[in-house]
């Protein structure tokens, strides 16, 4: 049985006071609802949420990281330097990262595996566009996603990856797949992974995200292969995000 995690991505959000209201409040909140929970922030907050988080359940992680380990590359950030602020998790892939910053799959896939070298558990974000959808090319866009990374990492490294589902359309749009979309998305991409190693897949988690809120999350999580939530907008507040967890 697999653990259900709800991840919240804050984007480009926050400020030190609002973030310790945030965090404190979902701190507060949690109560056993039998579902991990993290939130991956923008880099320079690491160290408030490794200060503020420490010795809660709450774990925290980063929206990006370099293929660099370090030297001349202005503006990146290093996975050794995301663990030395007792970061879990590491978003690799987030569509607005392949849109606005023409991330490839192939680049995607190497930030996979610095991540996993050091240790980080990679949070791969794999989704189509609304004009793939349409065009009936869903099944071939994200399993070409997935594809690049499996071939980046060793299939026992398979069983420390998180996944999540993504479609571009629903994220930030106030329009959320239907559950039986999102299933069918999600088993076509547990078949990939066990295609490379089939008792690593069974394990692996694969999260939705994509306007998830209190409302819808409840039916979304009882598909059999969601496994949570990568959450954005209702992340940006304890109790929205709060409700999600608790829809788990
Ligand atoms: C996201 O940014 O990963 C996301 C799912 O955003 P939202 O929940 O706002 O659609």
Redo the contacts with the bound molecule.
Sequence with gaps: MRQKLVIG?W?MNGNRASNTALLSGIVAGLNDFGADCAVCVPAPYLAQCQAELAGTPVRWGAQDVSIHAGGAYTGEVSAAMLQDFGSTYV?CG???RRAYHHESNELVAQKTAVALAAGLTPVV?VGESLEQREAGQTEQVICAQLQAVLEAIAPQQIADLVL?Y?PVW?????K?ATPQIAQDAHRLLRACLAQRHAEAAAGVKILY?????PENAKELMAQPDIDG???????LKSSDFLGIIQAV
């Design positions: 991505n984007k978003l987030h569509s607005e974000c999540a993504e629903a994220i930030g749009t106030g959320t995200g994509g306007s998830m809120k939530g990568l959450i954005g907008g209702a992340a």
